[in-house]
């Protein structure tokens, strides 16, 4: 299945700092009169400047969406693979039972937990990515530095310090984030991330309990394409099996295999969702079928969160 490639979702998002940021760099320059802890840098656009990581940000919306599926759902459920459940990545001898399935990739996704089928493990590949998130202006960055020291939580003296930090406070960066052969549940669960994001639910970087960290997370676009399809009379054709759905329709990766595949990996079955507003056209080169919806793209996230609540059986 996984070595095929049968639908994905873009999704471009503009972050901007609600409080200051500050993505640690990790390393001490020999500088005195830089400040002891620096923002990562990079070259971007013909110059030097401050930006977030694709890992950064990939990690924190997984420790979300696993806070999320641990809520809903449980901890750690290896014999009953359909119950929604999030593993331990740090745990490794978490994993042990999936040696049983050693060589046989369909059994290997089908019984990793659903968190690991989105964003990866030691044992199976992510569906998801995110790009570096550059700024969309460097003038308009504003960057201050900050004083701290670290209290002995003992005595209530200084520990460390004083040393300072750098912080962003204001400007925009622009990411995308990558999601390819999802199910809809999947693109349903990394709406509800980016839904608290946008709320301050959790942050980035450093010093979150601190206050820093919380970001406005602004969603300018998105985009789903079936590149196995071709559109004919306002209808999604899938080339080769002629199954043929609706023009305003999503339609997660289950819905594009035979009943005996789908069942090998676990997919749920019906996979498809209506949904309004989204411009249907051609891929490039004319082959393909692509949804953009820029305006209303929450559409598409109430539309993959119905399939959630689906997952949860708790749809109306």
């Known amino acids: 299945m996984h070595k095929r490639f049968v639908n994905q979702c873009t999704i471009e998002l503009t972050l901007s700092p609600s409080t200051p940021i500050l993505i640690k760099s990790g390393k001490e320059g020999a500088d005195p009169t830089k400040p002891d802890m620096e923002f990562v840098e990079t070259y971007h656009a013909g110059g030097k400047s401050i930006y977030l990581p694709g890992s950064s940000l990939k990690g924190a919306i997984r420790a979300h969406a696993e ?12 014999n009953n693979p359909s119950k929604l459940w999030s ?4 745990d490794r001898d978490s ?14 996704y089908k ?14 590949a992510s569906r998801l990515r995110i790009e570096d998130a550059y700024p969309v202006d460097r003038a308009k960055l504003r960057i201050e530095e900050r004083n701290g020291v670290a209290i002995d939580r003992v005595f209530g003296s200084v520990a460390v310090g004083p040393f300072n930090f750098q912080v962003c406070t204001a400007g925009e960066f622009r990411t995308k984030i990558h999601l390819k052969n999802f199910s809809l ?24 309990s601190r206050g820093l960290g919380i970001v406005e997370a602004k969603l300018e676009k998105a985009i789903v394409q079936y590149p196995g399809c071709i559109l004919q ?13 609706n023009a305003n329709t999503l339609i997660g990766a289950g819905a594009f295999l035979e009943d005996g595949e789908r069942g090998n990996y676990g997919f749920p079955s019906n996979d498809i969702q209506p949904v309004s507003s ?10 393909g079928v692509q949804l953009t919806w820029q305006s209303e793209i929450n559409q598409v996230f109430e539309a993959a969160v119905k399939a959630w609540s689906v997952r949860l059986g708790v749809a109306a």
């Open 233 to 245: 009379d306002d209808n999604i054709v899938q080339v080769g099996r002629e199954q043929t759905w």
């Open 67 to 78: 806070r999320i599926v641990r809520t809903v759902g449980s901890d750690r459920n290896p």
């Open 111 to 124: 019984h990793s937990s659903f968190t690991d089928q989105l964003f990866g493990s030691t044992e199976i």
């Open 87 to 90: 593993s331990n990545p740090l």
């Open 95 to 108: 994993y042990d039972y999936l040696e049983a399935f050693q060589g046989k990739a369909p059994d290997i």
């Open 278 to 287: 989204g411009v249907a056209e051609k891929m490039a080169l004319g082959f």
């Open 185 to 208: 549940d999947q693109l349903g669960l990394i709406g509800l991330v980016l839904r608290d994001l946008n709320d301050g639910w959790f942050g980035l970087g450093f010093a979150k």
